[in-house]
Each structure stands twice: as C-alpha cells, then as structure tokens.
C-alpha cells in the first residue's frame, strides 16, 4: 500500500476569501449597532446628570431661599461637602448651562438630544 506523503492540507483561496467575506458581513452588521448603542448609553448618562444636577439645584435653592431668576452658584452645588460630591460631566462632550432659578431647565447640555422633558 502506498502513501502519498507529498500531499499538503491547506486552505484554497477560495474558502479564505469565503471567511473573510463572512467576517466582513458580521462586522458591517454589528458596528453600526454598537455606535447606535453609545450614543444612547452617552444620551441616556447625560440626561441623568442633568436632573441629578436638577435636583441638587432644587435643593439648594430651597435649603438657601434662593428665588426666581437668581443666579446658580456651582461653587456651592459642588464639593465634598456639597449637594453633590464632583460636578458631572457630560459623556459625550457636551458643556453644561446653568440657567437661573425657576427656569425650565435649570441646566442643560450643548449637545444635540441631550434634553430634559
């Protein structure tokens, strides 16, 4: 019985580009949903230290008898022995606006969407 010993196993060009092909389908499917998904995740963040923020205003402005149309003093808003122990930031870039007292909203972020309702 003879054996054929001068036989390699590999893989043909074809069956890799068939791999690659599949990888770059599964890529160009999931990286679209994982950006979509950060958006979100940085949105949804943002709007939560908004009316985190929105609370501790609140607070403060009762606790100081602070009225309608004063100015927010985020020097006393936060520290570690404030409302609120670090001033939040937004996850996407955005710059937080601290508007006065009494205004809807108190605060809120240059970023488009990041909005409180």
Excluded at 33 to 62: F, H
Excluded at 68 to 76: H, L
Aim: proline residues 4%.
């Amino acid at each position: 019985m003879k054996m054929n010993l001068n036989r390699r196993s590999a893989f043909t060009l074809v069956e890799v580009m068939i791999v690659v092909a599949i990888i770059a389908l599964l890529v160009a499917v999931a990286v679209p949903n994982m950006v979509r998904a950060r958006e979100m995740s940085q949105s949804n963040t943002c709007i939560s230290n908004l009316k985190q923020i929105e609370c501790a205003i609140s607070t403060w402005g009762i606790e100081r008898q602070r009225t309608v149309g004063n100015a927010i003093v985020k020097a006393e808003l936060f520290g570690a022995d404030k409302y609120i122990r670090q001033e939040p930031g937004c996850p996407a870039g955005g710059i937080y606006t601290y508007n006065r007292v009494g205004d809807f909203p108190q605060v809120s972020c240059t970023q488009p969407g990041h909005v409180l309702q």
